[in-house]
């Protein structure tokens, strides 16, 4: 940052002293130390921020306008040139056919990830107040971290998270953190149910109240977050978001609000890695902003100096700020500008102006009528009055049209894809079980192999009756045959003979396997017997 740079100066308004009209300003360096605007409700706070932003945008500089009201935030695109129209990303929630994409848990990196479990929080006790408990932001804090470790999720997840037994299963699989995953394996999985149910059941009714609304749940509900925070400061690009309460109520005003302010906090913080003296100085406007002040907002006042990111805060009376965030305004803020104010407020204010004005002085103030204590060159000057400028002139032709359609085209996605696919991610998680083998019905052809067979026992063969040798058989057996068979050839047939006689010894036969023959009128002695079988078996 150059020193020309650094003492640019914006122009706030006019003094009045004594009627001497004199415009005066305030240098880069010290809006660095952020401005603090207090004044009852129609005095011209509004009118006084968007004149400060419309100076800032035509110079060139990189702004955030958060609008509460709606109209501020829609005359501030009529002041836009013709050569910033693609800088602006407008942000209006109430265009429902065309929902913006913002997911603050979308590529968190791992070291900023505990501090968007801490702004969300934050987020959400200043929300729910009422029913906020130690246990309700244990268990919220141990959700957020869970989700922050697992891909393509969002806000949305945290009741799925509590209730999908499946999806919890899923989310559970992929942590890294040991603490994290202790909590969800050692100590809720171990939870009786009516327990849990307990536990949970105040987290699932608050959560539910804007995961139901169809407005917020397409803005936070998409998986990929079109606006890139970083980059448009690092690019001094235009941020303008219509908060208009009377166009998307209460609750998604403040919500949005403080989650876009968390955003811009971790943004500016991540702007570590940069040399202090290439960071590009950004302005966050907020009008009304006690609905988006969390306790982490007095962090943004400590540290955001240091990172280029310069605060320009505005409400009505000093009680709608809870007390660790009035003592941190008043403890870093540089400049205060005070607008008339109620009584209350005057009798605190009075110590800051004394001896200069008193509080008579600051409830008897008239419209676009200010007192200001003004940071010059690093040091709080004493107070003076002036007049705010009048309303900007606007310019002679609108660019309103072409940066709505532009910021459509570039950050939003049409309404029925976004539910879409929200509808598909919410469908039930079904717990997938191995199927069991099964066998085709037409086996694949085995090619070049065999195919496998199954295993069947063996067969024990079974003893075949064997043919007796010829070799074995005696003589004794070629005489009289085998016990209880009779006589048998040298093959092992029955012979077939004729019973002998009483009387004479007598065989005739034809010796097997020999030309021989005997007949039966002659008589064999053993030895011509002997030789014949001899003969027989050479053959």
């Known amino acids: 940052m150059t020193d020309s740079q650094d003492n640019q100066v914006l122009v706030l308004g006019e003094t009045n002293f004594r009627n001497q009209k004199q415009r005066f300003g305030i240098r880069t360096d010290d809006r660095r130390r952020h401005m603090y605007v207090v004044g009852s409700t129609g005095m011209g706070k509004s009118e006084f921020l968007k004149n400060m932003a419309i100076q800032d945008i035509e110079e060139g500089r990189g702004v955030a306008f958060l609008d509460p009201h709606g109209d501020p935030s829609s005359d501030l695109l009529d002041h836009v040139p013709a050569h910033r129209v693609k800088d602006v990303v407008y942000f209006d929630p109430g265009d429902l056919r065309y929902p913006l994409a913002f997911n603050i848990l979308d590529k968190v990196d791992y070291e900023y990830r505990h501090l968007v479990a801490s702004g969300l929080l934050g987020v959400f006790k200043k929300i729910w107040v009422d029913a906020w408990s130690g246990r309700m932001e244990y268990i919220l804090n141990n959700t957020i971290l869970a989700l922050l470790e697992y891909p393509d999720t969002t806000l949305l997840a945290i009741n799925r998270m509590l209730s999908d037994k499946n999806y919890r299963k899923k989310v559970v699989a992929v942590i890294k953190d040991p603490i994290i995953k202790a909590f969800w394996t050692d100590e809720f999985a171990k939870y009786a149910d009516k ?69 811009i906090q971790l943004a500016a913080m991540s702007r570590v890695d940069v040399p202090e003296s290439e960071r590009r100085d950004f302005y966050l406007y907020v009008d009304e902003f006690q609905h988006f002040a969390t306790e982490s907002f007095a962090n943004i006042l400590s540290e955001a100096r240091k990172f280029h990111l310069s605060l320009i805060i505005a409400h009505q009376y000093i009680k709608q700020m809870e007390e660790p965030v009035q003592d941190a305004v008043f403890g870093n803020v540089g400049s205060l500008v005070t607008f008339r104010v109620g009584a209350e407020d005057a009798e605190f204010l009075e110590k800051w102006y004394a001896p200069d004005f008193m509080a008579t002085d600051l409830v008897n103030l008239g419209k676009y009528s200010i007192y200001i204590k003004l940071m010059v060159n690093g040091v709080t000057s004493k107070g003076f009055s002036a007049n705010t400028l009048p309303p900007l002139p606007k310019m002679e032709e609108s660019h309103r049209d072409e940066i709505i359609e532009w910021s459509r085209h570039a950050y939003s996605t049409p309404r029925d894809e976004v539910e879409k696919s929200v509808a598909e991610w919410a469908s039930p998680v079904v717990e997938q079980f191995p199927a069991a083998p099964r066998y085709p019905s037409n086996p694949p052809r085995y090619q070049g192999q065999r195919p496998p067979q199954r295993h069947q026992p063996q067969r024990q063969p079974q003893s075949l009756p064997q043919k007796p040798s010829q070799r074995a058989i005696s003589l004794d057996a070629l005489k009289g045959g085998l016990p209880g068979q009779g006589a048998v050839d040298f093959k092992g047939r029955k012979i077939e003979s004729k019973p002998k006689e009483p009387t004479a010894q007598t065989t005739s036969f034809k010796v097997p396997g020999s030309d021989a023959s005997v007949g039966a009128d002659r008589e064999l002695d053993s030895s011509e017997l002997k030789k014949l079988i001899e003969e027989a078996l050479k053959k």
């Open 195 to 263: 327990f849990a149910t307990e536990a949970t059941a105040a987290i699932q009714n608050k959560v539910g109240q804007f995961s139901s609304n169809n407005l917020i749940r397409n803005i936070i509900g998409q998986f990929e977050s079109k606006i890139d925070v970083r980059k448009i400061m690092d690019e001094s690009k235009i941020l303008v978001v219509n908060l208009s309460r009377g166009r998307i109520g209460e609750d998604a005003s403040r919500l949005i609000g403080a989650l876009l302010i968390t955003k």
